[in-house]
């Protein structure tokens, strides 16, 4: 999250055109009381969305991403391990690109300046 922060700052004016969503993959943990505190702490117009695990799962595997539950010596009990990648949907919901993690601020914020298509030129 911190990471689209910054792109958000790279792309300038334009992220107000741009929302972010986090989806949760563990719902008894992050209630959607949660998600609005944790998602407050990031400066990027954003929703956290969460469900039942049958929901999550679904969309989880609609974009060919992974998780997994793994018991630890944690104070929760268990930690999740999940792909990293980051999706970039289109207005149509369609997914117009997929960033690896250690994809660069600027080949990202491009990406969604691509998406998001020309600036308009407005009279100030």
Same mark, same amino acid.
């Given at each position: 999250?911190?990471?689209?922060? /910054? @792109?958000?700052?790279?792309?300038?004016? $334009?992220? =107000?055109?741009?929302?972010?969503? %986090? *989806?949760?993959? $563990?719902? !008894? /943990? $992050?209630?959607? +009381? @949660?998600? =609005?505190?944790?998602?407050?702490?990031?400066?990027?117009?954003?929703?956290?969305?969460?469900?039942? =695990?049958?929901?999550?799962?679904? #969309? @989880?595997?609609?974009?060919? +991403?992974?998780? &997994? *539950?793994?018991?630890?010596?944690?104070?929760?009990?268990?930690?999740?391990?999940?792909?990293? $990648?980051?999706?970039?949907?289109?207005?149509?919901?369609? #997914?117009? /690109?997929? %960033?690896?993690?250690? &994809?660069?601020?600027?080949?990202?914020?491009?990406? #969604? /300046?691509? #998406?998001?298509?020309?600036?308009? &030129?407005? !009279?100030?």
């Amino acid at each position: 999250m911190s990471k689209l922060s /910054r @792109v958000h700052k790279v792309i300038g004016s $334009d992220s =107000k055109n741009v929302v972010t969503l %986090f *989806i949760s993959l $563990d719902p !008894d /943990r $992050d209630t959607p +009381a @949660v998600l =609005k505190s944790y998602l407050s702490y990031f400066h990027l117009n954003s929703i956290g969305l969460t469900g039942t =695990k049958d929901q999550i799962d679904k #969309v @989880v595997n609609q974009y060919s +991403a992974r998780y &997994e *539950i793994e018991q630890s010596d944690s104070a929760a009990g268990y930690h999740i391990n999940h792909s990293t $990648d980051l999706y970039l949907l289109n207005k149509k919901g369609e #997914v117009a /690109r997929i %960033f690896k993690y250690d &994809e660069g601020l600027q080949t990202i914020a491009d990406g #969604v /300046r691509g #998406v998001l298509g020309p600036r308009k &030129e407005t !009279d100030e």
